[in-house]
């Protein structure tokens, strides 16, 4: 006799769901029936962070949508995302939620997957911000640089200049009591927001700890150039700051911080210039491209950095996004001991300019670079502005 399967008690299919780690999973179990379908809720919130899509630099012939391409099947996902269309820059993706600033002050928070959207204080509310003006054409900010010396920058330049990068300290609808960490491109400022702040504060005592920023534990922690941290507590009323004297990092060109379950651990990057030409008749140009990666993790009692010769089954993603660490063996199409990295470092618009992003995967065990599917290495298609970017979908 066959087993009627849609008669399972609520309560079992519903234990059931929450063992499911994977998004696409659990999309496929609320599908299988209706009486399945309506014993547990449509968005899970139980889901641990998930293999992280790649948003590719936007389409000519399509300006409302957004291609993503999943590891796990090889497939592009096509997403309405008209809010980071033409004229638009992100400036991170954190927790699902990508980072969006336009020829405005607004800074926006968008869940590509869900769509829901939040503002965070606008650029203008930044303390080194002077003034904001539509009406000074070409000049609209006022800004006071940290000699004390008075500038001015377009609409466009602070778009493409003023903020580094972005985080969330969580995902925004899951705690309303989130926080926002900004690294400012050229101070080396980190500056902050609370959820229904109407201005951004600057953290005093961390400046030039701007390479890269995570939140781990409840607290951020920030990087200098040399490896060094600024731990910055800002639940309270006003920032505390200390720091972590690790020994000065030599070499590498750029750095990263990933949280990884209980370890904190450094990625430095290593970069390299080549000559490239964009058509036979042109003159070549310098440009940058990675060549290795080096991971460390710290040693509290030292404090040090330990130099790690292997990942294990780690999966690390970085770039513009939040740093992120995953179980390789927990997803399908995701390689263990290995470095998943996109462009994050380029200072000049890409617009019109032939050659390839700097961007693929890095396996430690024997230092090569494999290209990313959907991106191959050494083509020469017309690059797009901004590069790609790693996003992961977070149905909540």
Same mark, same amino acid.
């Given at each position: 006799m066959a087993v009627d399967w849609t008669q399972l008690p609520p309560e079992l299919v519903e234990t059931i769901s929450k063992s499911l780690t994977i998004y696409a999973d659990y999309l496929h179990f609320r599908a299988v029936c209706r009486t399945w379908r309506s014993s547990i809720p449509r968005t899970p919130n139980h889901l641990p962070p998930q293999l992280p899509w790649l948003m590719l630099p936007q389409s000519q012939s399509d300006q409302s949508h957004r291609a993503f391409f999943n590891l796990s099947t090889n497939r592009f996902h096509f997403l309405n995302l008209p809010e980071a269309s033409h004229r638009k820059r992100h400036c991170g993706? $954190?927790?699902? =939620?990508? @980072? !969006?600033?336009?020829?405005?002050? !607004? /800074?926006?928070? @968008?869940?590509?997957?869900?769509?829901?959207?939040l503002s965070l204080p606008p650029v203008s509310s930044f303390p080194n911000v002077v003034s904001f003006n539509y009406s000074d054409i070409g000049r609209e900010y006022a800004l006071r640089n940290s000699l004390g010396d008075r500038c001015t920058r377009s609409l466009r330049q602070m778009? &493409? =200049?003023? !903020?580094?990068?972005?985080?969330? $300290?969580? #995902?925004?609808?899951?705690?309303?009591?989130?926080?926002?960490?900004? *690294?400012?491109? +050229?101070?080396?400022?980190?500056?902050?927001?609370?959820?229904? &702040? +109407? $201005? =951004?504060? /600057? !953290?005093?005592?961390?400046?030039?700890?701007?390479?890269?920023?995570?939140?781990?534990?409840?607290?951020?922690?920030?990087?200098?150039?040399?490896?060094?941290?600024?731990?910055?507590?800002?639940?309270? &009323? #006003?920032?505390?700051? =200390?720091? *972590?004297?690790?020994?000065?990092?030599?070499g590498g060109d750029l750095q990263y911080?990933? #949280? #990884?379950?209980?370890?904190?651990?450094?990625?430095?990057?290593?970069l390299d210039l080549e000559f490239e030409v964009d058509h036979p008749d042109m003159q070549p140009h310098l440009i940058y491209r990675t060549m290795r990666f080096e991971v460390s993790r710290l040693e509290w009692g030292g404090p040090r950095w330990a130099r790690m010769r292997s990942l294990g089954d780690k999966a690390l993603f970085i770039g513009e996004n939040t740093s992120l660490s995953l179980s390789a063996n927990d997803f399908f199409g995701c390689m263990g001991n290995c470095i998943y990295y996109t462009d994050d470092y380029s200072d000049t618009n890409y617009d019109d300019h032939f050659g390839e992003h700097d961007l693929g995967i890095f396996k430690l065990w024997d230092g090569s670079i494999e290209s990313l599917p959907c991106y191959p290495r050494h083509s020469r298609s017309r690059l797009r502005w901004p590069p790609p970017l790693w996003v992961s979908p977070n149905p909540c």
């Open positions: 993706s $954190s927790h699902g =939620w990508l @980072i !969006i600033l336009d020829d405005s002050p !607004i /800074i926006l928070l @968008i869940n590509p997957l869900t769509r829901a959207k778009r &493409d =200049w003023f !903020i580094k990068k972005v985080i969330l $300290s969580c #995902s925004p609808l899951t705690e309303g009591n989130f926080v926002a960490m900004a *690294i400012l491109n +050229q101070t080396g400022d980190l500056a902050y927001c609370r959820n229904g &702040d +109407q $201005s =951004w504060t /600057i !953290i005093e005592n961390a400046r030039y700890f701007s390479e890269d920023v995570v939140c781990f534990n409840g607290l951020f922690y920030a990087v200098n150039k040399a490896g060094q941290i600024a731990v910055c507590d800002v639940n309270g &009323d #006003s920032p505390e700051v =200390w720091f *972590i004297e690790t020994p000065r990092q030599h911080l990933v #949280s #990884s379950e209980n370890e904190l651990l450094l990625v430095t990057r290593y």
